[in-house]
């Protein structure tokens, strides 16, 4: 069962982050502040739902979230800074655009750069013991999915629309026969060797 809140009596909004293997398109990141107390029967770590129950689940965090943000940081972007600082910078983003200040960040993960007056806790395998982290890893993973299905249509021999990004032997099969899309990040290992 996962738990509601890490500080009682704080304004916390739990942070994740989706797409960091990717070979093509943005790492994006979602903050999330839920109710005191809340509850939900299915939320969990966006990985362990499907497809349907993940859709589920979103339509009722767009509801009953009280603040909710989603950012991006393009593959451009990626290939300027590293994907571990590319991450950070996509939840920093998606803090800035909370129009609710938390009072404290719950990050999934062993590692943050500090957001600014704002002090967090990381937390290892967050999106499977807190629901605010569970519902960012949701909101995150959903906007990322349905984002590479609209690039899929306009590279479809990459299989996006199925592997999002990651890379299946389908995908690399494409890189290899295709070569690189303007969407790839061109900094990660695309073809093996």
Same mark, same amino acid.
């Given at each position: 069962?996962?738990?509601?809140?890490?500080?009682?009596?704080?304004?916390?909004?739990?942070?994740?982050?989706?797409?960091?293997?990717?070979?093509?398109?943005?790492?994006?990141?979602?903050?999330?502040?839920?109710?005191?107390?809340?509850?939900?029967?299915?939320?969990?770590?966006?990985?362990?739902?499907?497809?349907?129950?993940? +859709?589920?689940?979103?339509?009722? $965090?767009?509801?009953?979230?009280? *603040?909710?943000?989603? =950012? %991006?940081?393009?593959? !451009?972007?990626?290939?300027?800074?590293?994907?571990?600082?590319?991450?950070?910078?996509?939840?920093?983003?998606?803090?800035?655009?909370?129009?609710?200040?938390?009072?404290?960040?719950?990050?999934?993960?062993?590692?943050?750069?500090?957001?600014?007056?704002?002090?967090?806790?990381?937390?290892?395998?967050?999106?499977?013991?807190?629901?605010? +982290?569970?519902?960012?890893?949701? $909101?995150?993973?959903?906007?990322? *999915?349905?984002?590479? =299905? %609209?690039?899929?249509? !306009?590279?479809?021999?990459?299989?996006?629309?199925?592997?999002?990004?990651?890379?299946?032997?389908?995908?690399?099969?494409?890189?290899?026969?295709?070569?690189?899309?303007?969407?790839?990040?061109?900094?990660?290992?695309?073809?093996?060797?």
């Amino acid at each position: 069962m996962l738990k509601s809140c890490y500080n009682p009596g704080y304004v916390e909004a739990g942070l994740d982050e989706v797409g960091r293997g990717c070979l093509a398109g943005p790492v994006v990141a979602a903050a999330v502040i839920l109710p005191k107390d809340y509850t939900h029967p299915l939320l969990t770590d966006s990985k362990q739902l499907s497809a349907a129950q993940r +859709i589920r689940v979103e339509r009722d $965090l767009l509801n009953d979230a009280i *603040d909710w943000a989603i =950012a %991006e940081v393009s593959h !451009e972007e990626i290939d300027r800074i590293n994907i571990l600082k590319a991450s950070f910078l996509a939840m920093h983003r998606a803090v800035d655009q909370l129009k609710i200040k938390p009072d404290h960040l719950l990050v999934d993960g062993n590692r943050f750069v500090p957001y600014p007056m704002l002090p967090h806790t990381c937390i290892i395998k967050g999106d499977m013991l807190y629901y605010s +982290i569970a519902a960012a890893s949701v $909101l995150a993973k959903n906007y990322r *999915d349905r984002l590479m =299905a %609209e690039l899929a249509r !306009e590279y479809p021999q990459y299989g996006w629309e199925r592997n999002v990004g990651y890379p299946t032997i389908t995908h690399r099969k494409a890189l290899m026969e295709y070569g690189v899309s303007p969407y790839h990040r061109r900094s990660f290992k695309l073809f093996k060797g």
